[in-house]
Nanobody, 123 residues
Framework: QVQLVESGGGLVQAGGSLRLSCAAS????????MGWFRQAPGKEREFVAT????????LYADAVKGRFTISRDNAKNTVYLQMNNLKPEDTAVYYC????????????????WGQGTQVTVSS
């Protein structure tokens, strides 16, 4: 079992930045691929980014490529999402998730989820 707790969300103006954190506890964090997803009101949960267990491989959704960066610190059992040049369409609840597989971009392929953190971008 892996427990995930997100933090770092908030209200920011368009063009601003936020860094989300996801602290993991429980089973060996370093053995899991980590991902970030988001869900806007009335929409399905969508993939944002994923990073493999060593941190050397990453994958991004086209909508965030070049603006968001996913990283992880296995010594701190934490995964991060640095979000720059935020846009109003980035407004959503952001979730981190863990899977024992790699290169997974679908929500149903992840085994563990955090409770989410709200990100609101004003225009």
């Amino acid at each position: 079992q892996v427990q995930l707790v997100e933090s770092g969300g908030g209200l920011v103006q368009a063009g601003g930045s936020l860094r989300l954190s996801c602290a993991a506890s429980g089973r060996t964090f370093s053995g899991y691929t980590m991902g970030w997803f988001r869900q806007a009101p009335g929409k399905e949960r969508e993939f944002v980014a994923t990073i493999n267990w060593r941190g050397g491989g990453t994958l991004y959704a086209d909508a965030v490529k070049g603006r968001f960066t996913i990283s992880r610190d296995n010594a701190k059992n934490t995964v991060y999402l640095q979000m720059n040049n935020l846009k109003p369409e980035d407004t959503a609840v952001y979730y981190c998730a863990a899977t024992s597989s790699i290169w997974r971009t679908r929500a149903n392929e992840y085994d563990y989820w955090g409770q989410g953190t709200q990100v609101t971008v004003s225009s």
